[in-house]
Nanobody, 127 residues
Framework: EVQLVESGGGLVQPGGSLRLACAASGFTFGTSAMTWVRQAPGKGLEWVSSISTGGSNTRYVDSVKGRFTIARDNAKNTLYLQLNSLKTEDTAMYYC????????????????????RGQGTQVTVSS
């Protein structure tokens, strides 16, 4: 059974930083592309970033390019998302998704809404 547990969210002021983590189990993490998505209050699911199995290929939604960095540690079965220069519009629940790689929000190898994801971690950016 796929299990994904996100952590690292919190309340941060604009301009601040957070590091999210996603602990994975129940599948072969090192052979699965991984993705971060987020959902703001009252809005739909938004693709944020994807990383290939080995970590050499990464993609980001334009709104986070240069501010967020996705990474993975296959030895620890853990996915990360470093969030820097946070803005109020980054406020959302963040989820990691197993087995999907997106070139953009509309070009994904699988369905983000139905693929396995964790319970999420809340990121709130507010002064």
């Amino acid at each position: 059974e796929v299990q994904l547990v996100e952590s690292g969210g919190g309340l941060v002021q604009p301009g601040g930083s957070l590091r999210l983590a996603c602990a994975a189990s129940g599948f072969t993490f090192g052979t699965s592309a991984m993705t971060w998505v987020r959902q703001a209050p009252g809005k739909g699911l938004e693709w944020v970033s994807s990383i290939s199995t080995g970590g050499s290929n990464t993609r980001y939604v334009d709104s986070v390019k240069g501010r967020f960095t996705i990474a993975r540690d296959n030895a620890k079965n853990t996915l990360y998302l470093q969030l820097n220069s946070l803005k109020t519009e980054d406020t959302a629940m963040y989820y990691c998704v197993e087995g999907v790689y997106c070139l953009s929000g509309s070009l994904c190898s699988g369905d983000l809404s139905t693929s396995a994801r964790g319970q999420g971690t809340q990121v709130t950016v507010s002064s």
